[in-house]
């Protein structure tokens, strides 16, 4: 069997799923995070797999670069307010950030 | 079974076991451990797609920044209790049921669609060849060797060489330039990392009793503790410094040859050492500073008030460089800093301050 695009899109759909479970089954702030990267990742397999086997050129591989400088971005400031959660309440267990629930 | 397939299989194997491990596991450090075997993987499978440039960025970005980040985070939360946080079995068995039908309705849906009609009708030829060729750019004579940053980069800047390429007709009018995007992105960029810095910054701890301590001890040299040298006069002693090397250097210089032409490089690395173990030796001696802040009556000391060793005196020295790279910003730095502290100074643990 040749490999095709739909192989790439279901390791895409696989990452993506997992990083859905990831975001939100984990209670640790930092494991909610990597559940991001996992899903922008599963996104970015199938943006340049696309590029690869259909007429749009490199444009998927481009819209994959932004997704990459965007995604570091995110994780800087999402760490630092992890690391500021953790200065204020000494865990970085999600649960316990409720001061703001009604 | 061919290398391609082979390399596939092997990658999607590392590529889903490793993000399933990350969900599986609890401890935050073997987390990040399977998301860099899962990100590492995603940039072979980037490499398979003949997407270099992509697959590289990736490898740099996530491999080396992003997980560094995230293990340095893992390394300033991670303590005693915190670094396994349970997740209940009972939100696992639900979300893991909710993700594995979301996973087949995805399956179903890619599945579904008949990519190579879809292709040509794109494309608007009955007979297009599928899968296409890759879009790789600059090296037509032999194009499965990749090389898509040349295009890539062209592309950034507004200018598509495939609407330029009369033998890819299907590709016209379907690409725009990035440029506006890639400055919004550069500019958000920039920001957000102001941003995060200024929210992860430390707080500022003052250590208990350190200016009684600085009270106490008595320096060799008769300093005023507690007074610091100002930007001007430490500007002239390094002025002074200049000319007293200077004074030595050129001589020396026109001993090896006329001044016009460059100094060889045996010269440069021994005056370099010789300039190094004058700042640092006499820094480090009685006198605490060298001539020109001794004429202008100021000395080195660390922050408790005592002389300094030969080895803060070299850290000192060294940190110079840095303080100058940065367009001698680091110099600048004592007109606003709390002690009146260089950028060396800070790096070092010294302190400029008036003689007696």
């Known amino acids: 069997m040749d490999i095709g695009l739909n192989h790439y899109l279901v390791v895409g759909a696989v990452l993506f799923v997992c990083g859905i479970i990831c975001m939100a089954t984990k209670r640790n702030a930092i494991g909610i995070l990597m559940g991001v990267e996992l899903v922008l990742n599963g996104a970015n397999i199938n943006f340049v797999a696309f590029s690869r086997y259909t007429a749009l050129g490199l444009d998927g591989q481009i819209v994959s670069l932004f997704v990459i400088v965007l995604a570091a971005a995110e994780a800087a400031v999402a760490l630092a307010i992890a690391l500021n959660f953790y200065n204020n309440h000494l865990t970085i267990d999600v649960d316990r950030g409720d001061e703001l629930a009604g | ?356």
């Not at chain 2, 490898?59 to 939360?77: A, D, E, N």
């Not at chain 2, 700042?279 to 500073?289: I, R």
């Not at chain 2, 840095?322 to 800093?337: D, N, P, Q, V």
Request: glycine share 10%.
């Open chain 2, 1 to 356: 079974m061919t290398g391609e397939q082979f390399l596939f299989w092997l990658l999607a194997l590392t590529t889903c076991g490793g993000a399933i491990a990350v969900v599986v596991s609890q401890n935050v450090v073997r987390m990040a451990f399977w998301l860099v075997v899962a990100l590492g993987s995603v940039a072979a499978i980037y490499f398979l797609l003949h997407a270099d440039f992509v697959g590289a960025t990736q490898l740099m970005i996530y491999v080396g920044g992003t997980i560094v980040l995230l293990i340095f985070g893992v390394m300033l939360t991670a303590s005693g209790p915190y670094v396994k946080i349970k997740t209940s079995p009972g939100d696992m068995v639900i979300a893991s049921g909710v993700g594995v039908l979301v996973l087949f309705l995805l399956i179903g849906t890619v599945t579904a669609v008949d990519w190579k009609q879809a292709h040509r009708s794109l494309v608007g030829n009955e007979h297009a060849e599928y899968p296409p060729a890759p879009a790789a750019g600059y090296n037509k004579s032999n194009p499965s060797s990749g090389n898509t940053a040349r295009p890539i980069g062209l592309k950034l800047l507004g200018v598509s060489l495939e609407d330029t390429d009369p033998t890819r007709k299907d590709a016209q009018n379907l690409s725009a330039g990035y440029l506006l995007p890639f400055e919004i992105v550069s500019v958000h960029l920039l920001v957000v990392l102001i941003g995060a810095g200024y929210l992860a910054r430390a707080k500022r701890r003052v250590p208990v009793g350190a200016d009684a301590v600085v009270e106490t001890l008595a320096a060799p040299v008769p300093v005023q503790v507690g007074v610091y040298a100002g930007f001007w006069r430490r500007a002239a002693a390094m002025l002074i410094d200049g000319i007293v090397i200077s004074a030595v250097q050129v001589p020396a210089a026109l001993l090896m040859g006329p001044l016009t032409e460059p100094p060889s490089n045996a010269f440069v690395c021994v005056s370099s050492l010789l300039i190094f173990l004058y700042l640092a030796g006499m820094e480090s001696s009685a006198y605490q500073g060298t001539i020109g802040k001794i004429i202008m009556r100021i000395a080195v000391t660390d922050t408790y008030g005592q002389p300094v060793s030969f080895l803060r005196a070299a850290a000192r020295t060294l940190s110079r460089y840095l303080s100058g790279f940065c367009l001698l910003f680091g110099y600048f730095m004592a007109l606003f800093t709390k002690r009146k502290q260089t950028l060396h100074d800070l790096v070092a643990g010294t302190l400029v301050v008036r003689r007696k």
